[in-house]
């Protein structure tokens, strides 16, 4: 299948960052580089996104330097049992992918690089990354770390100047490749979810793994690379776990089953939630599935220009304060512990080449966003958890939803 990325695209926007920066500073990205799983063997390597968005190259240790008259990238070191065991490094494909001509190798590069610092010893680059993300229990690839401490120690008195909110501003405004490989990673999500749901075959799984797998087999069927993230599959009171991913439970009859599972096509993100079930839902699961359907239809319906996140997060626990008043799970409508007691997460996020995406949540919204749209309501002591995601393209005149193809129905009769 022929890509909707060309090496256009990429130069595009090597040209509008050097646009927005002040001073002729070179500009230094780094790629991710592989991260070791067990002994000698390695985790699946998934590029840096900015690093991705500025050349389109998958392979790991490349180092993009953008000199304002000039551009090149620095080729990693590599021997004859590196090439034999995982391939050699082909320079004609990543000057054709990037519309990059010059590339060196690592020592001629660094050589180079140094060189380029120049008295002002400045750069542009996005700053490392914490060792250790304590909130998300996370370690950062150590690849941004490990070139900058080496620039540091051949240059003395190096200046970083940080451009992660530049690359933000430019990836959250979508570009036409963008949106197809987009609506293309949600079109692959919505038919697999209405594939697995139909009544025969949802009815004939017996394990959350089970119904991953049928998930990853449609994806896979379908031309994505695979999961654009851990696929969440939660019966009953795994729901409650927002980011469960062992998916290794029983999957209930008469439980709600939280699907939250995005195919990923071309780098780009799909981010999709339907709270599915074997049987009939009872009267109680229907009203709460009822009520954040709801929910989602109001707040989706404030996603317009000019509409600013927080204002937007508070209306929608607003929204969910009422539900929980008509679900008798509250005795106000705006007990705020109780709303985020049942409902513990924002609603939503930029979605791009990150499920998270890159973007500035302080800024109104503007044509060619894309957002996500996902309230839930989460009863432990029911053991019901619901979620209902769509994805969200801001237009000139409100919004697209490029999801709600796939029935909110929680079962199929």
């Known amino acids: 299948m022929q890509s909707s990325f060309t090496n256009t695209f990429f130069t595009n926007n090597r040209l509008k960052l050097r646009a927005r920066l002040p001073r002729d500073y070179p500009v230094v990205l780094i ?10 063997t390695t985790y699946t390597f998934q590029q840096e996104s900015n690093f991705w968005y500025m050349t389109g190259l998958d392979e790991p240790d490349l180092i993009l330097v953008m000199h304002p008259a000039y551009e090149y990238i620095i080729l990693p070191k590599t021997d004859r049992v590196k090439a034999i065991f995982d391939g050699g490094i082909d320079t004609a494909e990543l000057q054709r992918r990037s ?38 229990r996370m370690y950062a690839n150590p690849a ?33 490749p963008e949106i197809t490989a987009i609506e293309t990673a949600v079109r692959i999500t919505t038919n697999t979810i209405e594939q697995v749901r139909s009544s025969t075959k949802l009815a004939s799984l017996k394990t959350e793994y089970a119904l991953e797998a049928a998930i990853t087999n449609g994806f896979r069927a379908q031309g994505a690379s695979g999961h654009a993230y851990e696929p969440i599959v939660a019966s009953g009171m795994h729901a409650a776990t927002l980011h469960y991913v062992s998916n290794k439970g029983d999957l209930g009859a008469h439980e709600l089953i939280v699907a939250d599972v995005g195919a990923e096509y071309e780098h780009y993100a799909a981010d999709i939630t339907r709270t599915l079930s074997l049987t009939k839902p009872t009267p109680r699961q229907q009203t709460i599935l009822d009520a954040v359907i709801g929910i989602q239809h109001r707040a989706s319906d404030l996603l317009h220009p000019g509409t600013l996140l927080r204002d937007y997060e508070h209306k929608v626990a607003a929204y969910v304060g009422e539900a929980l008043y008509a679900l008798k799970l509250t005795t106000s409508t705006r007990d705020l512990q109780a709303i ?35 309230p839930g309501i989460y009863i432990p002591e029911e053991g019901i958890g619901v979620r209902i995601e769509d994805d969200i393209i801001i237009t000139s005149t409100g919004n697209r939803n490029i999801s709600a193809v796939c029935s909110y129905a929680a079962y199929a009769i």
């Open 31 to 40: 790629a991710n580089g592989s991260m070791q799983r067990t002994a000698d």
């Open 99 to 136: 519309g990059i001509t010059t590339l060196y190798d690592a020592a001629n590069g660094w050589k180079k690089l140094v060189g380029d610092l120049g008295s002002d010893r400045a750069l542009y680059t996005l700053r490392p990354e914490v060792q250790f993300e304590p909130q998300a």
């Open 144 to 176: 941004q770390r490990y070139v900058i401490e080496k620039l540091r120690r051949r240059t003395p008195g190096l200046t970083l100047h940080d451009i992660s909110h530049h690359l933000a501003e430019l990836r959250m405004r979508k570009q036409p």
């Open 340 to 374: 985020r007691t049942y409902f513990p997460h924002a609603s939503s996020h930029f979605l791009g080449l990150d499920v998270h995406d890159a973007g500035d949540y302080d800024m109104p919204l503007e044509e060619s966003m894309v957002l996500t749209c996902e």
